[in-house]
Nanobody
Framework: QLQFVESGGGLVQPGGSLRLSCAAS????????IGWFRQAPGKEPEGVSC????????YYADSVKGRFTISRDNSKNTVYLQMNSLKPEDTAVYYC??????????????????WGQGTQVTVSS
């Protein structure tokens, strides 16, 4: 699996915002779809949001729709996840992965196929 550096996590109060970054240094991202996934303790991994190689197609899990926005800057070899209106149930390790899937929806629904070191997001008062 291709290696990324995820950053931007931290502790935030409910209702707050964070922006996560997913950067690659050993390959270029522009020919890959990128997905953000998360895993909370004791829970199955979940596909949060996925974006196509061009950025023209995106997918969001129902649990984050309207609150999270995925974007990519291929010139910076980086994909972002803007997270607003954070809830305690968003607490998890967030990690990114690259693939060339048939669609971003398929990529995001196959969370068990992807893993990474990730960055911790904790939403708590």
């Amino acid at each position: 699996q291709l290696q990324f550096v995820e950053s931007g996590g931290g502790l935030v109060q409910p209702g707050g915002s964070l922006r996560l970054s997913c950067a690659a240094s050993e390959f270029t991202l522009d020919s890959y779809a990128i997905g953000w996934f998360r895993q909370a303790p004791g829970k199955e991994p979940e596909g949060v949001s996925c974006i196509s190689s061009s950025g023209g197609s995106t997918y969001y899990a129902d649990s984050v729709k309207g609150r999270f926005t995925i974007s990519r800057d291929n010139s910076k070899n980086t994909v972002y996840l803007q997270m607003n209106s954070l809830k305690p149930e968003d607490t998890a390790v967030y990690y990114c992965a690259a693939d060339r899937p048939p669609s971003v929806q398929i990529m995001c629904t196959m969370a068990d196929d992807y893993w990474g070191q990730g960055t911790q997001v904790t939403v708590s008062s």
